[in-house]
């Protein structure tokens, strides 16, 4: 019974091995599973280069329009002014006239969510999706 009551995670165990480690971790899932953010949302290419520096996505979402992703940790009203630019500087090279804005965190700040707030009542459209690690669990067939 002691070596099985040794083998069982520590809630602390399980809180580190659930904690998101960088960034990049988060946009390497992205890339592979767009459509865990949005059904029928592709992704058209990572690090994108607008005339404001390399945004993370352009995605395209189930309608085609053009929706740019930015991705953090924590995401916070410094996240959504950087959005904000890439929406506005994407519109401008590439003279589309709707863009969307996605971002993606593991923590949100009340200032990034109360800008956002504010940036959607005058006309833009910016989501936010939290994202967290989980574990899964299937049962595994052993048929002979």
């Given at each position: 019974?002691m070596k099985?009551?040794?083998?069982i995670p520590?809630q602390?165990t399980?809180n580190k091995?659930?904690?998101i ?8 899932y992205i890339?592979k ?5 949005e059904e ?9 280069p607008t005339?404001?520096?390399?945004m993370d996505f ?8 053009d929706?740019?992703i ?8 410094t996240?959504?002014?950087q959005?904000?630019r890439?929406m506005r500087?994407?519109r401008?090279?590439s003279?589309?006239?709707?863009v969307?804005g ?7 700040k009340?200032?990034?969510l109360?800008d ?6 005058l006309?833009l ?8 690690k989980?574990?899964d669990?299937?049962?595994i067939d052993m048929k002979?």
């Amino acid at each position: 019974l002691m070596k099985i009551l040794e083998n069982i995670p520590s809630q602390e165990t399980v809180n580190k091995a659930l904690e998101i480690q960088s960034e990049d971790e988060i946009k390497d899932y992205i890339e592979k599973h767009p459509s865990e953010i949005e059904e029928g949302l592709k992704i058209i290419r990572r690090e994108y280069p607008t005339s404001t520096g390399p945004m993370d996505f352009l995605a395209k979402d189930k309608n085609g329009v053009d929706t740019i992703i930015e991705v953090k940790r924590r995401a916070d009203d410094t996240a959504v002014t950087q959005l904000r630019r890439y929406m506005r500087s994407y519109r401008r090279d590439s003279k589309v006239k709707k863009v969307r804005g996605i971002i993606v965190a593991e923590e949100f700040k009340k200032r990034c969510l109360d800008d956002v707030e504010e940036l959607n009542e005058l006309g833009l459209d910016i989501r936010l999706f939290k994202c967290k690690k989980k574990f899964d669990f299937f049962p595994i067939d052993m048929k002979p």
